[in-house]
Every structure is written in structure tokens, then in C-alpha cells.
């Protein structure tokens, strides 16, 4: 069964420094790796998607890359700002249905 | 605007009742979701759909059952709550062949 985890759970860094969150997951037999945002007791925001096809995506601030074979995902988040406290979960898709298996998630804080 | 939009932000319930939790998309989206988030657990599909009246269980259906009468229609029946279900439950859709997910803004459910 595909599992996917996210370290860290936790993260805390000052405004204006670049963020890094990682995903690895266990089956490199994917359809697509998504990446989400969640503000406190709301729903799941989508940022970014990646196709098996594709190394990396890219929207605004925001850049993740995609290695399969070694079944890995990094999310950058450059020059962050207060507005970007939130948790940040990775999903995997591994059927044609398109389900999800998600991440734990990484609960960051950006401190001004 | 693109969405999702689940009919209850907050509900509580008592032990026994059933609970329908609604769920509406305006994509014209093929696929909806069911899924639950709790603390330590992370989200958890219970059921998902893929055509109008076509239903697969997911992870953890024990407790619940679903129906989709129109495409852009998907409820979550909780047959005989009970305290476990406690939870927050969101609803999402996705279309091929990018399955892109849009999530709604989830119902927290409290059953006493």
C-alpha cells in the first residue's frame, strides 16, 4: 500500500526566508503528486500538481519537483511571508480514479 | 468562481440519529470524495464516486454509505451516528485526465 510522509511535521522560520518541505512516498507507480494548503479548521487549497510525466511545476513563489524513481517531492516556498502559516499536505494518485493518499502534513509558521 | 460547497460548516448531532452531510460541484466534474480528517490520522477516503449512481468504498465505508442521484451531487449518510464519527469531513471532485482536486470547506461534525 502506497504511504506517504512529510518531515517535517513542523516548521518555524523568520519572514523572508525560503521554505522547504519534503514528500517521499513509498510506490513510484503514480499518476500525479498534488500539493495542498490548510488553514486552520478549513478546507484543502490546491497549489500545485504535478503529472508522473513532469520534474516540476511551478506558480508564483511556489516551486515543486517531482524525482519518482526515488519516490521523492519538494515543495519551495521562496521569500516567505506571514500569510503563508498554514499546513502543507502531499498526495499521491496511484489508480485511474484519481484517489488520493495524503501526506501527515507540515504545519509551518512564518514569524514577521 | 469555480467550487465546492458543502451545505453545513458546523453540525452536531446526537447518537443514533442519521446524518446527511450534502455536497454540490458547479465543475462538471466526473469524480466526487468523501473523505475524513482527524487528528494523528490525517484525511481518510470513506467513499468516491465516478459516474451518477456508481459508488466504490474507500478506506474506511464501515458506518457510512453515500449517495449520487445528479453529477453534481454526492451526500455522505451516516446511517446511525455515532460518537467516533466525530470528525470533520470534507467533500471533494476531480475530473480526467488531470484529476486536479477541488476540495470544499468541510463540515465538522460533532455527535454527542
Known amino acids: 500500500k502506497q504511504e506517504v510522509t512529510q518531515i517535517p511535521a513542523a516548521l518555524s522560520v523568520p519572514e523572508g526566508e525560503n521554505l522547504v518541505l519534503n514528500c517521499s512516498f513509498t510506490d513510484s507507480a503514480i499518476y500525479n503528486l498534488q500539493w495542498f494548503r490548510q488553514d486552520p479548521g478549513k478546507g484543502l487549497t490546491s497549489l500545485l500538481l504535478i503529472q508522473s510525466s513532469q520534474r516540476e511545476q511551478t506558480s508564483g513563489r511556489l516551486n515543486a519537483s517531482l524525482d519518482k524513481s526515488s519516490g521523492r517531492s519538494t515543495l519551495y516556498i521562496a521569500a516567505s511571508q506571514p500569510g503563508d502559516s498554514a499546513t502543507y499536505l502531499c498526495?499521491?494518485?496511484?489508480?485511474?480514479?484519481?484517489?488520493?493518499?495524503f501526506g501527515a502534513g507540515t504545519q509551518v509558521v512564518v514569524t514577521p | 468562481d469555480v467550487k465546492v460547497t458543502q451545505s453545513s460548516r458546523y453540525l452536531v448531532k446526537r447518537t443514533g440519529e442519521k446524518v446527511f452531510l450534502e455536497c454540490v460541484q458547479d465543475?462538471?466534474?466526473?469524480?466526487m470524495f468523501w473523505y475524513r480528517q482527524d487528528p494523528g490520522l490525517g484525511l481518510r477516503l470513506i467513499y468516491f464516486s465516478y459516474d451518477v449512481k456508481m459508488k466504490e468504498k474507500g478506506d474506511i465505508p464501515e458506518g457510512y454509505s453515500v449517495s449520487r442521484e445528479k453529477k453534481e451531487r454526492f451526500s455522505l449518510i451516516l446511517e446511525s451516528a455515532s460518537t467516533n464519527q466525530t470528525s470533520m469531513y470534507l467533500c471533494?471532485?476531480?475530473?480526467?485526465?488531470?484529476?486536479?482536486?477541488?476540495f470544499g470547506s468541510g463540515t465538522r461534525l460533532t455527535v454527542v
Open positions: 465543475m462538471d466534474h466526473e469524480n
Open positions: 471533494a471532485s476531480s475530473s480526467p485526465p488531470v484529476y486536479g482536486y477541488t
Open positions: 498526495a499521491v494518485s496511484t489508480d485511474s480514479w484519481g484517489k488520493l493518499q
